[in-house]
């Protein structure tokens, strides 16, 4: 986003831009004033970010109000990527840039030969272009393939054909890094990097200058490096080297949700969900990703991302959608039942510890119906649940599955006063649709199964609750 988007009382000349009185501003400066505005006007700088407020979140903050380059290092999943992207919010709407720069280099402050040779030729009436914040956050996942000339630049080999000089530093095709000039350069897995390049970020964070093919280029750099780094490559598959470590101002450890609510409210916020997941599944669902991060049969070197989480919200919500389309119940919601699509469908997202090839689906029906209990334990503290087991063991049979619509599970019973107390309990009213009703009923009577006061008899389509 530049000028065609940007606000039109905006200078356009640097004649203009000085008398309106914009003088250049370092990043890490522009970002250190907006974050402690941020802060004293009380407003959140990290929109969306659960779960990191009283950890990771002061860490980071003091660590770009000193003027940090930052490492984030954490296992898969823990919202670091999200983190960096939240960056760009701390940078100035809009900033002023040389129109038709290479590097975006503000109009005050030229450092590329081309540049200062069209402002001295110019003066006042240099043109101006304006940048959007969005447009200064560059991200880079590193790969083993990744070159020098990628991040840093190389000679481009048609600029010497024209007949410049090898030394000649217009000859330079710049890279990622130069090219985020006074943004921020994001680099994900950075021990990824092979270390010889790795070795070219070197002079970039600490002298701010790049070195491409034997030649120093002079460049006032004005860049904010940020990294994130997954613990096991830092320590096996690969390393940051100790000199780049050592130039980060800044090493800042993540983690996953700290507690249920900050579980729930990840799923809540990133997974598109396609039929309604009421509360008490998504605690389920909550419950039984953090039963995985401590469970000795997953490999919790690789951790359980919080995608985990989310993929399983989605996958319990496709599986209420494909029933509401093969009943014609609406709204389509989703029922214990529909947790069974779990297991199979993730159990590749998952690392398990040797020795358990073959049980894989067997440990995670195990955790989530330890999950459902758990859950139907905190939901249904102190209700007598007696009255619905009765009900079935006396013959009030009650069947579920893909083909079962809610009103014929309500159908199946008597009227009963828990029943409305369950749906309560589980945050429905008792004029609201039947699927929803049904959905507490369920978590009900699969509590009970799984206290052994019920049983359950189940077939490619259809379970069955009986005494």
Known sequence: MSNSSAPAHLPRTVGALREAGHPPRGVKTEIHENLLAALRAGRDPWPGMVGFSRTVLPQLERALLAGHDVVLLGERGQGKTRLLRTLAGLLDEWTPVIEGSELAEHPLRPITPASLRRAAELGDDLPVEWLHRDSRYTEKLATPDTSVGDLIGDVDPVKVAEGRSLGDPETIHFGLVPRSHRGIVAINELPDLAERIQVALLNVMEERDIQVRGYTLRLPLDVLLVATANPEDYTNRGRIITPLKDRFGAEIRTHYPPDLDAEIGVVRQEARLVAEVGEPLLEVLA???????????VDQRSGVSARFAVAAAETVAAAALRRSALTGEEPAVARPVDMDSVPAVLRGKLEFEPGEEGRETEHLT??????????????????????????????????TGERVPGKDILAALPELPVLHEVAQRAGVGADEPASRIAAAIELALESLYLARKLAKDADDHTTVYGP
């Open 287 to 297: 419950r039984f990703v953090r039963g995985l991060r401590e469970s000795t049969v």
């Open 366 to 399: 195990h955790l989530l119906r330890r999950a459902i209990a758990e859950t139907a334990r905190a939901r249904f503290a102190g209700l007598d649940l007696s009255p619905l087991g009765n009900a079935v063991a006396d013959g009030h049979l009650v069947a």
